[in-house]
């Protein structure tokens, strides 16, 4: 959307699929990944930042939500079992991806405030991977949950380290080595599809 709006150089778009594809493969690079997200939002204030995700979200992503995962957060939430979102984006970019899924709370990287604006640091992990792992674990410990009764639904390799620690792991629409592991853990594998493929 940025690209779109003509805020950053044409040739992020390329850099972004560039970290997107890595991420697939489980092979992000954490440090250099983490500035190029975060240098958008140095000096900004959270309400531009916060209207910007709004629109991101309404051009880009609303009608990109699978049915199948409205149903099933509905299917735990009629149970009375909250349903979070644990991912490594920032609040300001999940937050109306959560609201719009009705979900009770979200984990995950947090950014750094300093006089009103993002210093363009975060405070606390970097949820990918082991700092993924770490997040969840730390949020259901301070809810009283137990990880191993939790239930985590994730599409890319890059969280086999929470695949292989929680109760019940889930692959979504799983590549094929993703998929291979999920055989071989005796992990649940769906497919999902959005409307239009239905």
């Given at each position: 959307m940025l690209a779109d709006l003509g805020m950053v150089p044409e040739e992020h778009r390329a850099k972004q699929q560039h970290y997107v594809d890595l991420h697939a493969a489980g092979?992000?690079?954490?440090?250099?990944?983490?500035?190029?997200i975060?240098?958008?939002?140095?000096?900004?204030?959270?309400?531009?930042?916060?209207?910007?995700a709004r629109d991101n979200f309404q051009k880009y992503i609303s009608d990109k939500i699978y049915p199948h995962a409205r149903m099933e957060i509905e299917m735990w939430k009629d149970r009375g079992i909250p349903v979070v979102m644990l991912s490594g984006s920032t609040r300001v970019m999940v937050t109306?991806?959560?609201?719009?899924?009705?979900?009770?709370?979200v984990a995950c990287t947090e950014l750094e405030l300093e006089d009103g604006t993002y210093t363009g640091r975060i405070v606390g992990l970097f949820c990918i991977r082991?700092?993924?792992?770490?997040?969840?674990?730390?949020?259901?410990?301070d809810r009283g949950i137990d990880f191993r009764c939790a239930v985590y639904y994730g599409d890319s390799i890059s969280d086999i380290q929470i695949f292989?620690?929680?109760?019940?792991?889930?692959?979504v629409n799983p590549n094929e080595k993703l998929k291979a592991l999920?055989?071989?853990?005796?992990?649940?594998?769906?497919?999902?599809?959005?409307?239009?493929?239905?």
């Open positions: 092979q992000t690079p954490e440090k250099e990944h983490l500035e190029f975060l240098r958008e939002f140095i000096g900004q204030t959270p309400d531009r930042m916060e209207s910007l109306p991806i959560a609201a719009a899924l009705g979900l009770s709370d082991d700092g993924k792992l770490k997040r969840g674990l730390q949020y259901c410990r292989e620690k929680v109760g019940q792991a889930v692959a999920a055989r071989e853990n005796n992990w649940r594998v769906v497919k999902w599809e959005r409307r239009k493929d239905l």
